[in-house]
C-alpha cells in the first residue's frame, strides 16, 4: 500500500509562486508515474502534470510555462513549482502515484493524496 504526504499549499497573490511536493511511501516498484491533479469548486478533477520514474513529463495546456514538475527517486518525491499563479489555478491540489500491477502490465495501481488548497487571490 502507498501512502502520499502532500505539503505547500496555501494561498498567494496572482503572479506569485507556491511549490508542492508530495513524498510516497510504501512503493514496491521503480517504475511509475507520480503527478497532480486539481479540482476547482464546481468543477471535475483534472491533470496538472505528470512525471515518469524515468523523467518524461507530461502538463495541462492552461499550465505549459508556468508550471514545472519534477521527482527525486532517491526520495520518492514529486514536486510542482507554480509560477505566475492565476485566479483561475485555485483548487485543491491531489498527488497521484501509478505503478503497473506487474512488470510489462498495462494496468496500474493507483493512489490519490489528500489533498492541498491552493488559493490564489486577484
Known amino acids: 500500500q502507498v501512502q502520499l504526504v502532500e505539503s505547500g499549499g496555501g494561498s498567494v497573490q496572482a503572479g506569485g509562486s507556491l511549490r508542492l511536493s508530495c513524498a510516497a511511501s510504501?512503493?514496491?516498484?521503480?517504475?511509475?508515474?507520480m503527478g497532480w491533479y486539481r479540482r476547482a469548486p464546481e468543477k471535475q478533477r483534472e491533470l496538472v502534470a505528470t512525471?515518469?520514474?524515468?523523467?518524461?513529463?507530461n502538463y495541462a495546456d492552461s499550465v505549459k510555462g508556468r508550471f514545472t514538475i519534477s521527482r527525486d527517486n532517491a526520495k520518492n518525491t514529486v514536486y510542482l513549482q507554480m509560477s505566475s499563479l492565476k485566479p483561475e489555478d485555485t483548487a485543491v491540489y491531489y498527488c497521484?502515484?501509478?505503478?503497473?500491477?506487474?512488470?510489462?502490465?498495462?494496468?496500474?495501481?493507483?493512489?490519490w493524496g489528500q489533498g492541498t488548497q491552493v488559493t490564489v487571490s486577484s
Open positions: 497521484n502515484y501509478r505503478e503497473p500491477i506487474s512488470p510489462g502490465s498495462r494496468l496500474d495501481y493507483e493512489y
Open positions: 510504501g512503493s514496491s516498484s521503480s517504475i511509475n508515474t
Open positions: 512525471v515518469r520514474s524515468g523523467g518524461s513529463t
